[in-house]
Nanobody, 124 residues
Framework: VQLQASGGGLVQAGGSLRLSCATSGRTASAYAMGWFRQAPGKEREFVAA????????VYSDSVKGRFTISRDNAKTTVYLQMNSLKPEDTAVYYCAANFRSAWDLHNSGLYEYWGQGTQVTVSS
């Protein structure tokens, strides 16, 4: 399984970005695909996840209503559409694949495979 995140960049507050996570291997059989982020000096935190079986989604409270996770029909690419960006969204964003459980998707320990991360910087 390989994950390749892209799409990060510098954007002004209020702007939008769309992150992509290109996958290879057996990710279509993962319980879920997720996005996490890590800001300088902070722990990695959950952002969003989508269950493979039914497409249901889970979001952190901090991004709910602003970010949308989606997946292409071939289940080879996962997206994170980020709107109304805020300076506090600045972080390295990682996509990850979860083959362990369809529950407790906030738990980073369930995700076995991780992409390399893409930097998102939101200026005020």
């Amino acid at each position: 399984v390989q994950l390749q995140a892209s799409g990060g960049g510098l954007v002004q507050a209020g702007g939008s970005l769309r992150l992509s996570c290109a996958t290879s291997g057996r990710t279509a059989s993962a319980y879920a695909m997720g996005w996490f982020r890590q800001a300088p000096g902070k722990e990695r935190e959950f952002v969003a996840a989508m269950r493979s079986r039914d497409g249901s989604t889970v979001y952190s409270d901090s991004v709910k209503g602003r970010f949308t996770i989606s997946r292409d029909n071939a289940k080879t690419t996962v997206y994170l559409q980020m709107n109304s960006l805020k300076p506090e969204d600045t972080a390295v964003y990682y996509c990850a694949a979860n083959f362990r459980s369809a529950w407790d998707l906030h738990n980073s320990g369930l995700y076995e495979y991780w992409g390399q991360g893409t930097q998102v910087t939101v200026s005020s």
